[in-house]
């Protein structure tokens, strides 16, 4: 569904400094796909679109940090 938690991602730096998350899309660091929303204070993904198992059931996400 849209909007729907999909994921939720962590990391943590050594030196404990803040990390931002993001997603690679067409080789660009980027919050939003056509298909998923990252936070990038939270690190949690959410669907933009509903999904059709029937019709694509994987779909791979890439991210940064």
């Known amino acids: 569904y849209i909007g729907m938690e999909v994921t939720e ?5 050594p030196d ?3 990390v931002t998350y993001g997603l690679i899309y ?3 660091e980027v919050t939003k796909t ?3 929303e990252i936070n990038p204070l ?3 993904i959410t669907a933009l679109k509903t999904f059709d198992r029937e019709t694509k059931d994987t779909y791979t996400v890439s991210g940064h940090v």
């Open 42 to 44: 939270t690190g949690i």
């Open 16 to 18: 404990k400094d803040s």
């Open 26 to 28: 067409n080789g660009e």
């Open 9 to 13: 991602v962590s990391a943590r730096d």
């Open 34 to 36: 056509p298909d998923f």
